[in-house]
């Protein structure tokens, strides 16, 4: 088998060494088809971010992904990547698949990025943690499995709450993205989204692996160089980086800050460090 060849690592001078990303010996990229979960017991963490701009890489890398939004408290990557759709109201969406309505193929959708396809949810998905139905936590897992349109790459984004949506999420996609802030309010809910894990792989996917764990808009301060070096040691196996702060991203208007990263800033060092990201979790495509 050939070396995986990835993007070299983020180093410029605005990136102190200690914050360079953290590659553990033996790591390497997904195989596609490949799934993974982007999740985090805490809003404004950088969750819909992060599976956004992966999402978004991989699609310019060549690859068909599909993005799902499992996020009750809507507002996330349904917004972003508004599904091409015929008509007015919610169409058909996360909820239906859930409840037996629709097939996962009847609830994704294509989106203003080539090969990017989006699977929509809305507040409405509340109810499936109301009232789940029989054998909720393997029904996203499932739909995947009954799909007939080819998809290389399946990224859940779950909301902040560790519920039944974000277990179906695991159950389907065990391989775990990390993405929290440095501050003390997101290393408390770290610990209790590692008990969540934990439980998770116990009983339901033994298979699951913590692949990346992402500081987003990393400062350079104290607080997230003591973070940084907690993270590799309580992540021995994980790739553990931080995504840098963009001034343009955070002057983005209304209008422009609803672009993909590649379309309003495809030069900043916040997308730089997203496509290493992305090539350092699933490997380039062949040819």
Same mark, same amino acid.
């Given at each position: 088998?050939?070396?995986?060849?990835?993007?070299?690592?983020?180093?410029?001078?605005?990136?102190?060494?200690?914050?360079?990303?953290?590659?553990?010996?033996?790591?390497?990229?997904?195989?596609?088809?490949?799934?993974?979960?982007?999740?985090?017991?805490?809003?404004?963490?950088?969750?819909?971010?992060?599976?956004?701009?992966?999402?978004?890489?991989?699609?310019?890398?060549?690859?068909?992904?599909?993005?799902?939004?499992?996020?009750?408290?809507?507002?996330?990557?349904?917004?972003?990547?508004?599904?091409?759709?015929?008509?007015?109201?919610?169409?058909?969406?996360?909820?239906?698949?859930?409840?037996?309505?629709?097939?996962?193929?009847? %609830?994704?959708?294509?989106?203003? %990025?080539?090969?990017?396809?989006?699977?929509?949810?809305?507040?409405?998905?509340?109810? %499936?943690?109301?009232?789940?139905?029989?054998?909720?936590?393997?029904?996203?897992?499932?739909?995947?499995?009954?799909?007939?349109?080819?998809?290389?790459?399946?990224?859940?984004?779950?909301?902040?709450?560790?519920?039944?949506?974000?277990?179906?999420?695991?159950?389907?996609?065990?391989?775990?993205?990390?993405?929290?802030?440095?501050?003390?309010?997101?290393?408390?809910?770290?610990?209790?989204?590692?008990?969540?894990?934990?439980?998770?792989?116990?009983?339901?996917?033994?298979?699951?692996?913590?692949?990346?764990?992402?500081?987003?808009?990393?400062?350079?301060?104290?607080?997230?160089?003591?973070?940084?070096?907690?993270?590799?040691?309580?992540?021995?196996?994980?790739?553990?980086?931080?995504?840098?702060?963009?001034?343009?991203?955070?002057?983005?208007?209304?209008?422009?800050?609803?672009?993909?990263?590649?379309?309003?800033?495809?030069?900043?060092?916040?997308?730089?460090?997203?496509?290493?990201?992305?090539?350092?979790?699933?490997?380039?495509?062949?040819?």
């Amino acid at each position: 088998m050939q070396p995986t060849t990835v993007a070299p690592p983020p180093t410029g001078d605005e990136l102190p060494p200690w914050l360079r990303p953290r590659v553990p010996n033996g790591f390497r990229p997904l195989d596609a088809p490949a799934r993974m979960t982007c999740v985090m017991q805490k809003g404004g963490s950088g969750k819909s971010t992060t599976a956004g701009c992966i999402a978004c890489e991989l699609a310019l890398m060549g690859y068909r992904v599909r993005l799902w939004d499992v996020d009750a408290q809507g507002g996330g990557v349904t917004h972003w990547f508004q599904p091409a759709q015929a008509g007015q109201g919610e169409p058909l969406n996360l909820l239906h698949l859930f409840k037996g309505e629709a097939t996962a193929d009847e %609830v994704t959708y294509a989106t203003r %990025v080539p090969n990017l396809y989006i699977v929509p949810s809305f507040t409405s998905l509340k109810q %499936v943690e109301l009232g789940p139905p029989p054998g909720v936590e393997y029904v996203i897992d499932q739909a995947i499995k009954e799909t007939t349109e080819p998809i290389d790459v399946e990224i859940m984004d779950c909301g902040p709450s560790l519920g039944q949506l974000t277990i179906a999420a695991l159950v389907a996609a065990p391989n775990v993205v990390v993405p929290f802030k440095a501050s003390g309010f997101d290393l408390n809910s770290l610990r209790d989204l590692n008990r969540t894990l934990a439980l998770t792989k116990k009983r339901l996917t033994p298979d699951q692996r913590i692949l990346a764990v992402v500081l987003s808009e990393v400062l350079k301060s104290n607080l997230t160089r003591d973070v940084f070096d907690a993270m590799c040691n309580d992540f021995p196996d994980a790739l553990v980086m931080g995504v840098r702060q963009s001034v343009k991203a955070r002057e983005a208007t209304l209008e422009s800050i609803r672009l993909p990263l590649h379309e309003y800033a495809p030069d900043a060092t916040v997308r730089q460090d997203f496509q290493y990201l992305t090539r350092m979790l699933v490997a380039p495509k062949a040819g």
